[in-house]
């Protein structure tokens, strides 16, 4: 196949770095333009030095790139401004959106928890949610893919085949999710710095952070009801890796080998998503840099409760990994085309 | 007042080796004999550079010491060890035990969990439970007082007191708990090596670790009847620090409001347990080296639902800073004697 | 004695946060007041958590301190700015600057390298070096003391004593420095965000850091002629912490054991200089959150040369804690009152 | 081509690791078996979660591999046991030792430094001294290739040009060092644990590090007559990553800019190794899980002084990454084949 050409909107932040790193590697991609305003005319080592010597394109405006012989487009800006440039490109431009922008499907939740009126509500209606593991059909046949946020995404592999499945008492799952630094991106923020995030951890944003409108409406969507959480993030001291534990009530009739078993059912044929060893703890490093997730089902000492865990390099599989993932649904090409890197351990 | 003459019992750990570090600058105490069988004979500061030029007294066997002119003995040893070594101490030694030996108020329990007879039953019908902020006027009166692990101390400052004050549904706590590696002691393990801890998270011990029992053990004595709760500790790529995110349902005729106020009410007089302002997350670089403990009230978007917060620095407030708190209170000195130490931030 | 009232200038930065963590806790201190122009009306604890629970003094802007019951300003601001507000506080006021401001003894120097012609040169006149153990006697009698920069601290304990005694080859010191990343502030800066400066080494400023011309005017001094140092200083992915390697020829005549019995006699009676014994070698960690600096002599492979280590927490004695000491030099309190703390380990 | 058969010897270190992660998706490698004596019988997924999921063959003895139908064998085992295990291989099998055994020519120096009588001298007669760059065509030819040190890949492809181009003086070459914590491997040391080498840096084997002697062998060979150096490494808290900084006097008749020349004209060619634009620093992160080496040339503040400064990854090219490169060459394989991992940054 020759090779399909992309461009990366928004290549100045981590996401956009990581997608540029896998789509250099990518059997059937070429990088045709990448964009950054504030930095336009740069070549990108300049930004990021470890993506030198790599034949790239130099930086443009989003506005500079031509349009005309490129197919697709990975948008890896802030939300506001993804749904702005993305409603200006060509309707031959399939996109993948990383931005949070297409994510929710109500307008009116988006209005609410992002602060501002959704500029492209047409456009939302078109999107669809790129979990690929539970959409893949309808990202086949995709204009714009909304990939998850990286919360949502190792939320949603974890609870959503359970929740549609009935197994567990879903109307007050308890989520307890830990993130590494690069989930806040690059941007200068205080709380991001060495020194103030490093030997130390928090929890943010509770009961506040707008990836739990995300996992309520899919998990509302899986349970054909609507849905309510209990969601706390917490900062780690780490770059990357994101932990769930999840804590539910397993419903009646059902038992924790039931809801192994649903998990084993739902992940048996996918290349990216494993339920563990009974007994075996995931870690995050152990997916470090990989496009994989692993899940893990611990039965409680409360009878009836189940803990759950889900990890995944939040960069990767919760990110620009999942973009290349969709990407390639879209495009017809092998599923893990691009996405064969080992984790990187140590 | 003249000093009184201590003993610290397995002065090789980190736990043994922070008690030193706040015993040294503490008013009313001289340290007599550090006891670490497997480098008896060395300077401490061979085995613990940063103690350098103290004006130490040399490691010694645990036989080797003279009681005779010693008034209380910190044993800082693993399980098992501890209350072998503890048995055979001369009447007149008061003794704050940093260990697991005595925590379990039951013998059976402590066989079930740590895999052996007690050695000293009839010693554990004389402990008193080291939790000094809940059981103060006991330890006042002890010759032996077992000093809470660290995260029974983490979570028993932020739950015992709702649990008794009747504001939580207490039957099915959900307490996730989060450590830095120096929780796991400075004996050589593969998975706390630089390596394979750092840039990580993973939970471990999962419905299976010991703090598990010493934690129902308090809680149900807190609510008057038996309790179980899930458990889940992780580990964190940092050295010292613990943050406790607990998940409970108000009870009925409760509310978060009331929830804040029994913590308010229970702490407003106590030097080192802090309600944090409505709204305020805490972290736990910002208690790192001192005897602080923080607790924090989030109300959930699941109706009814509270989420509370524990943090403190597992080698002081769990262990050593706390054994120090308790010796003060066991011979009538004030209590923040020695703790005065500010968090070591950033 | 009764309290000395200070007022700390700038207490927003990492020097200022640390002199207020001294401070508190210094017998014969009183914090009167404290500045950070761009917080003021804020509570210290909103600024710096860790500081929460010490009766602190709200911020106020710099112009707003009433100095006339105030004794002494410790001075945290950014270089040139301090020099401005220097020179407007009451003659009564006894300051030590941690800024860079003071410490080029020759304007023409200070504005080459700092870009700008110094504001305050008469004052400039004024000031005596603050390295304490060098000239404490000046120290004693100063009204305006700058303290030295971290790594000039770190290097001149080192070698001044060397050069001065002429043990090496002056002329062609090779100085190799790592530093933790608290050293380049709390402003947001993108090389030290935790993903940037996490998990990696780099150089940086080779040949052009502010350091050089402070480390070459005191090491001229100390040779009585002028010398040019090769200075190169690395972040490395810790939050304080700083480490010294310097390499030098033995001089004609002189020895390893000359060079080693120079440090034993210079520092024989300091209470924060430590000559490690013979064969130890120094690690940052080990002297963290205190104010002690380590220094140890080793013998090259190549005959005459010598390898020279120096390490300290650079926000205590590289800083806030050497500001103390020259405080309590220039007050008549015991040197080391206020800095007894031990170091933090782990 | 039809794959190239492998054993990997001694597969439960971190050179083993990595060289398997490598190997994995080499596109001519096939990996037949993986020995790790202590943990023969358990997958690989046992003793290195990250690899879970690559259909790779169980771990086996080193005595119980069937050589028959394998062509080629990297050995990550620690010295002394290689050279007995490596002299047991049949004759067909062509070796990549990672270890230190083959790389001292002179087996009485190999005796001095480790400690033993080399037990293979004939052996080591006949091995290539494995430094791609340098060392070609040799290796193209051999039948045992010993792959240098991660210190001596860093600094020799540094400083081995320049030493043969005459344009150093090459008598009094400073080498300070600082590595990562892997390059201490995965065995159960002390002074590796997490909250033992986290937050602190700490210079080690100040003139007795084992890679001196490879260094000096090295350099001498460079420069026709023999060089003895200074080599102080340093241990710095991240888990990967090499830097070199270098300390060296230009010689009569050269300058910075013939320094430059000389490098670039040895790597122009170069897939791996790279002389960085004039004024950009290299940092360890930037070339972490690579197998790129970072090179940089300084002038100094002191007239004649250069500082050169190279980076690499101490696991790649520093051991595994190397090992596979010079594979490749002994193979007749595209130099990079199975090389092209991107950085992974953050």
């Given at each position: 196949m020759s090779s399909i050409k992309i461009a990366v909107i928004g290549a100045s932040g981590y996401t956009g770095a990581d997608l540029v790193r896998l789509a250099v590697r990518?059997?059937?991609?070429?990088?045709?333009a990448l964009t950054a305003n504030t930095h336009?005319?740069?070549?990108v080592a300049e930004v990021f030095?470890?993506?030198?010597?790599?034949?790239l394109p130099d930086l443009v405006r989003?506005?500079?790139?031509?349009?005309?012989?490129?197919d697709a487009a990975f948008c890896g800006l802030p939300h506001g401004t993804s749904q702005e440039v993305i409603a200006t490109l060509p309707e031959h431009i399939r996109i993948i959106d990383m931005?949070?922008?297409?994510?929710?499907?109500?307008t009116q939740t988006y209005a609410q928890w992002y602060g501002h009126e959704h500029l492209a509500p047409e456009l939302q209606k078109t999107a669809?949610?790129?979990?690929t593991e539970l959409y893949r059909e309808a990202i086949a046949d995709a204009r714009l893919v909304a990939c998850p946020g990286c919360y949502p995404t190792a939320v949603l592999l974890l609870l959503a085949p359970l929740v549609k499945a009935g197994v567990?008492?879903?109307?007050d799952l308890v989520i307890d999710a830990k993130s590494g630094?690069?989930?806040?991106?690059?941007?200068?923020?205080?709380?991001?710095l060495f020194c103030e995030a490093g030997e130390g951890l928090s929890p943010y944003a509770?009961?506040?952070?707008?990836?739990a409108p995300e996992i309520e409406q899919e998990l509302s969507l899986a349970a054909g009801r609507p849905l309510v959480t209990t969601f706390t993030p917490h900062l780690a001291p780490m770059s990357r890796g994101e932990l769930i534990t999840a804590y539910a009530r397993i419903a009646d009739g059902a038992s924790v080998e039931a809801v192994r078993a649903v998990l084993e059912e739902a992940y048996?044929?996918?290349?990216?998503?494993h339920l563990m060893a009974s007994g075996t703890t995931p870690a995050t490093q152990h997916v470090r840099g990989s496009n994989h997730c692993r899940l893990a089902v611990f039965e409680g000492r409360v009878p009836g409760r189940v803990i759950l865990i889900s990890t995944l390099d939040n960069l990767v599989k919760g990110s620009s990994g999942q973009a290349i993932q969709n990407f390639n649904v879209m495009f017809g090409l092998a599923e893990i085309a691009g996405l064969e890197q080992l984790a990187l351990f140590p």
């Open positions: 990518h059997p059937d991609i070429e990088i045709a336009a005319g740069k070549p030095p470890h993506l030198a010597g790599l034949d989003n506005e500079d790139v031509d349009w005309s012989g490129i931005s949070a922008d297409f994510r929710l499907r109500d669809v949610y790129g979990l567990l008492v879903a109307d630094v690069s989930g806040a991106g690059r941007s200068l923020k205080q709380n991001i509770i009961g506040t952070h707008r990836h048996a044929a996918e290349p990216f998503v």
